[in-house]
């Protein structure tokens, strides 16, 4: 449960670190997931690309997969 393990990321600051949680997600997660889709896509486009990345990357609309579906790539869940 990606949107759960993102929570749970979040929960580990206190009530007086809000700011600084929010400074995290923005920078190290946000900022860089808009990047990396930018630069996957290219590679995606072309077929039989592998891209790992870390879990909190992925969920939410700011999430890599949620970005890619934006572009119109099909994002399915495999088992």
Same mark, same amino acid.
């Given at each position: 449960? &990606?949107?759960? &393990? +993102?929570?749970? /990321? &979040?929960?580990?600051? /206190?009530? $007086?670190? @809000? +700011?600084?949680? =929010? $400074? !995290?997600? #923005? =920078?190290?997660? @946000?900022?860089r997931? #808009? ?7 290219? +590679?995606? #486009? =072309?077929?039989?690309? !592998?891209?790992?990345?870390?879990? &909190?990357?992925? /969920? ?8 890619? $579906?934006?572009?119109? !790539?099909?994002? #399915?869940?495999a088992?």
């Amino acid at each position: 449960d &990606l949107d759960r &393990l +993102h929570a749970m /990321s &979040l929960s580990m600051y /206190s009530a $007086q670190e @809000t +700011h600084l949680a =929010q $400074q !995290f997600e #923005k =920078q190290f997660i @946000t900022m860089r997931n #808009k990047r990396m889709v930018e630069r996957m896509e290219r +590679h995606l #486009k =072309q077929g039989g690309a !592998f891209v790992g990345v870390g879990a &909190l990357h992925l /969920s939410g609309d700011e999430g890599i997969l949620r970005l890619l $579906q934006k572009r119109g !790539f099909t994002v #399915k869940r495999a088992y």
